[in-house]
């Protein structure tokens, strides 16, 4: 089945120690998101790809940045966690189409954990 | 600032009750959307309303949207014990083509 993979399910860093997240989708899509949410919050939009067009939110700290190597795969990398960075990471993916926002396709998520 | 607020922040109900879950947004919309999210999990798309359209069914769901008063409603009759899970309701600004503004959520609780 078509889908967006996110790995690993849980992940647990050390203060300023680097971390990666990883998502892979099978949809062909060329839009990906990274969100970040926190405990009974919105999902909070850090940046997009549209195709290799990286697109950052305004208020996204220089902590976080992405790669997207191709298609199907795009990292989320915190340079230096914070305590404050603990939250579920969620990828999302979308086909980008004239008229407006399509639906977008979710991953599991990769809960953080900054100890 | 968050495009969409939604009402209530929580719900409880018996199963087989109606649940009503209602979404305020600010800006002109494309289309209006609803996500369900089940503890730890992932977002799941629940379906979409475009901004020409007032009213859509999905099974068990029912979708409103009122453009001039920039609100959408989602019922879900006839209640689960499994229907238990935050619910978002997300928007498109029309300036922005490829990103969502999602509301508050509103946590629902079906009691068996």
């Known amino acids: 089945d078509a889908m967006v993979i996110q790995n690993p399910r849980y992940q647990v860093t050390q203060f300023g120690k680097p971390v990666t997240l990883s998502c892979s989708q099978t949809?062909?899509?060329?839009?990906m998101y990274w969100y970040q949410q926190k405990s009974s919050q919105a999902p909070k939009l850090l940046f997009h790809?549209?195709?290799?067009?990286?697109?950052n939110e305004a208020d996204t700290p220089d902590n976080f940045q992405s790669r997207r190597p191709n298609t199907s795969f795009c990292f989320l990398d915190i340079r230096s966690p914070g305590l404050g960075d603990a939250a579920m990471y969620l990828c999302?993916?979308?086909?980008?189409?004239?008229?407006?926002?399509?639906?977008?396709?979710f991953g599991p998520g990769t809960r953080l954990l900054v100890l | 600032s968050q495009q969409g607020e939604e009402d209530p922040q929580a719900l409880s109900i018996q199963e087989g009750e109606n649940a009503t879950m209602n979404c305020s947004y600010k800006t002109s919309i494309n289309n209006l959307q609803w996500y369900r999210q089940n503890s730890g999990r992932g977002l799941v798309h629940l379906i979409l309303i475009r901004s020409n359209e007032r009213e859509k069914h999905s099974g068990r769901l029912r979708v409103t949207l009122d453009t001039s008063k920039k609100s959408s409603s989602l019922l879900i009759t006839a209640s689960r014990a499994a229907d238990t899970a935050s619910y978002f309701c997300?928007?498109?600004?029309?300036?922005?083509?490829?990103?969502?503004?999602f509301g508050s959520g509103t946590q629902l609780t079906v009691l068996p």
């Open positions: 949809l062909n899509h060329n839009v």
């Open positions: 790809y549209y195709d290799k067009d990286f697109n």
């Open positions: 997300a928007t498109d600004s029309s300036g922005s083509a490829r990103q969502l503004t």
């Open positions: 999302a993916t979308s086909r980008a189409l004239t008229g407006g926002q399509e639906t977008q396709y």
